[in-house]
């Protein structure tokens, strides 16, 4: 079956390490994007991707960075700059046609210890 | 400016008892709206989805929406309440261009009671 595939669900890091997150998807959607999750706050976009090679800064994007150099895979590195990192991560991916079919993975949970 | 707004925090019903959660948007064009479903630790899970044409929708597990363009709403409801139905729920607007983005509410966590 066609999915997302977020790994790992649990994560744990050192103040001032950086660390990676895994997002992979066989749907062949071509956009893709990580969002944060924080208590009481909703869903806040961090990256998100439109193509292959190419990607563009959400709302809270400092401290992040991504890559896009396959359609299937979208990693995001929480780097040291991140100043509050411990937060539940989602990825999620569409497919060309507007605003339709958003598929989220199961989530990552990264706590700094 | 672009927004979806939840006023409800939390609700608590009893199981068996109907259920509507509020949704409002604010959208410079025509809206797709969605409302998600969140278990705890899990990811978001489409209920249902409106692009165009009825106001009522049906979605999966029993649950329907309805659009009301006047009031810029899209509540969402179902007649009977089962506990597992307990979970977080988001409402969601974008566009219909390729590179419009989802816009969340901030969310409205269910509680049922036995």
């Known amino acids: 079956d066609g999915g997302i595939t977020q790994s790992p669900k649990y994560l744990f890091r050192k103040e001032g390490q950086n660390v990676t997150l895994s997002c992979e998807q066989n749907?062949?959607?071509?956009?893709m994007y990580w969002y944060r999750q924080d208590p009481g706050q909703g869903l806040r976009l961090i990256y998100y991707?439109?193509?292959?090679?190419?990607?563009q800064k959400g709302d809270i994007a400092e401290g992040y960075s991504v890559s896009r150099e396959k359609k299937e895979s979208f990693p995001l590195t929480v780097t040291s700059a991140q100043k509050n990192p411990t937060a539940f991560y989602l990825c999620?991916?569409?497919?060309?046609?507007?605003?339709?079919?958003?598929?989220f993975g199961s989530g990552t949970r990264l706590t700094v210890v | 400016a672009q927004s979806v707004t939840q006023p409800d925090i939390h609700i608590t019903v009893s199981e068996g008892a109907s259920l509507e959660l509020r949704c409002n948007y604010s959208?410079?064009?025509?809206?797709?709206l969605f409302w998600y479903v969140q278990s705890p630790g899990q990811g978001l899970q489409l209920l249902l989805k409106?692009?165009?044409?009825?106001?009522l929708f049906q979605g999966i597990k029993g649950f329907e929406a309805e659009f009301k363009r006047s009031q810029s709403s899209f509540n969402l409801r179902k007649p009977s309440v089962h506990w597992s139905d307990a979970a977080e729920y988001f409402c969601?607007?974008?566009?219909?261009?390729?590179?419009?983005?989802?816009?969340f509410g901030t969310g409205t966590l269910l509680a049922v009671q036995p």
């Open positions: 969601a607007v974008g566009g219909a261009s390729a590179t419009n983005k989802l816009i």
């Open positions: 991707s439109q193509i292959v090679n190419d990607f």
């Open positions: 749907l062949n959607h071509d956009a």
């Open positions: 999620a991916s569409r497919t060309g046609q507007g605003a339709r079919g958003y598929t």
């Open positions: 409106y692009f165009s044409g009825d106001t």
């Open positions: 959208y410079g064009a025509t809206p797709y």
